[in-house]
């Protein structure tokens, strides 16, 4: 018999989101996500399998709201979706919701490209 978890899976994933949304995931090691997120690397293996499992938990998690995490969701676009198929799926499904909700790709765009433009702002 296992010991009891020692953290909220959610509180990590939340934290989780944070830290993808505020830099890149190559930029985001393993050391990074347990000395951030306060959880043993083992801890964090055996509930998410990997820094990915764990990155796909964060991307639903941001992308879950009716306000989605634009800074999570540009560093997915740019850095995640292009190689990996699960990401963009998540990425698709995600700006589908905003075009529906801003009433049209254009609007999604524009504040896409306002988030973007932020981010470069110091």
Not at 27 to 40: A, E, K, P, Y
Request: charged letters at 25%; aromatic letters at 6%.
């Amino acid at each position: 018999m296992g010991r009891p978890r020692a953290f909220d899976e959610n509180e990590v994933v939340r934290a989780a989101v944070a830290l993808f949304a505020g830099r890149a995931y190559d930029s985001v090691s393993v050391d990074d996500l347990v000395h951030h997120l306060g959880v043993h690397r083992n801890s964090l293996y055996k509930v998410f399998g990997s820094k990915r499992g764990l990155y796909l938990a964060a991307l639903r998690r941001g992308f879950a709201t009716s306000d989605p995490d634009l800074d999570l969701l540009l560093l997915a676009m740019v850095e995640r979706a292009p190689v990996d198929a699960e990401v963009a799926a998540l990425v698709q499904n995600v700006l589908h919701d905003l075009d529906r909700s801003l009433g049209s790709p254009g609007a999604t765009s524009t504040l896409l490209g306002d988030r973007l433009r932020a981010r470069a702002t110091p």
